[in-house]
């Protein structure tokens, strides 16, 4: 009897799943695992949690929902605490597994986690799962990634189309000895409960049924799609953008998946700028995960004490308190939310970097606390691009806050909404 370990980390769903696929094709027992990271949780190097409370709670709602959808194939999920490494090996100690499938993961620390699994002696096979296109798929090597964002777009767009998205596996293995293991609490991972403000534009439930519900909705139920690109640096409610960005972030959406319901879409009810716009803005997030592939650590541009590095002046800013009504309208939104609307990240960050002179990755690190949605590549990628670090060869963007105020908040509305009480 052939059983398989499935490593789950950045892919919390069963559609589109090329791991989980192959694994329930292949074995008569598959056995789920899910490790929250020592490394991301509790103490660290920098000055506040690399997870937040709000992002870590949206990741166990997550859980919750694969354990239960694994759960109707007989698969058993089991969570541990710690290294990867180190919860694979004491449960294939006890349940000896033929092999490890897992989905690839781009970014420099994800890569080394999977190369610390090397040590345990079991085959591996990884499969790419979170992007549009396979690195194969792309018409130039990983190393000529083209350096502007246009390049890449109109290399991409001429060329290939993303891959048909797999289906989610419908028989039941055989029934596993493994018990699931019961989800940590926040308190076990180090943090406290923080509740998302009322007036939040949104406020997002884990897990991929209520991935696929939004995106649903978002095309189908309520068509905003058509009218994407004119909303979608709107700052005040649920439905000026389309807010995938939560469930794409830990996998409980596939980017082909929504691809593709942007093409079905399009059939029903007609191709426009919008529906295509919501497109490109998902080539903006494979852009950055493959530069993060080819630079590897130096995607990230560190070593920064961060310590030494945070003081008034970026304590301000993180906090609200900078005294322009814009910019701390953001950013309390973001402290009371765990969100911040795309125009509001471009706007805080080019303020921090150009008025206040602060150290992007400084905001970038805080971004990665404080945000439900983070992604490594696209916070990482929008931040070096912003300060003129990234692969866009023009000078770092600057924003006039005052214009941007005037043009997205004309009447005050989004300000009032946060600075007022």
Known sequence: MMRILVWFRNDLRLHDNPALSAACAQADEVIAYYCFDSQYYGDNKSAFPRIGARRAQFILESLQDLKESLASLNIPLQISIGKPWEGINTLHQNFPVDAIFYSEEYAYEEIMQADELESLDIPLQSFEANQLFNISELPFPLYKLPRGFTTFRKKIETVISPAAVLSSSQSPLSTSPVASTPLPSLIALGLRPDAIDERAALKPKGGEKEGLKRLHYYLFSSKNLS???????????SDYSSKFSFWLANGSLSPRKIYHEIKDYEAQFG??????????????????????????????????????????????????KTGHPFIDANMRELALTGFMSNRGRQNVASYLINNLKGDWRLGAAWFESALIDYDVSSNYGNWTYLAGNGNDPREQRSFNINSQQERYDPNGDYVNLWLKF
């Open 227 to 237: 009218q994407y690109k004119e909303t979608r640096n709107g700052m005040i409610g």
């Open 271 to 320: 191709a426009n700028e919008s529906t295509y716009w919501l497109y490109f803005e998902l080539l903006w997030r494979e852009f950055f995960r493959l530069n993060a592939a080819k630079k590897g650590a130096n995607f990230f541009q560190m070593p920064l004490d961060y310590h030494s590095s945070v003081d008034a002046q970026f304590e301000k800013w993180r906090q609200g």
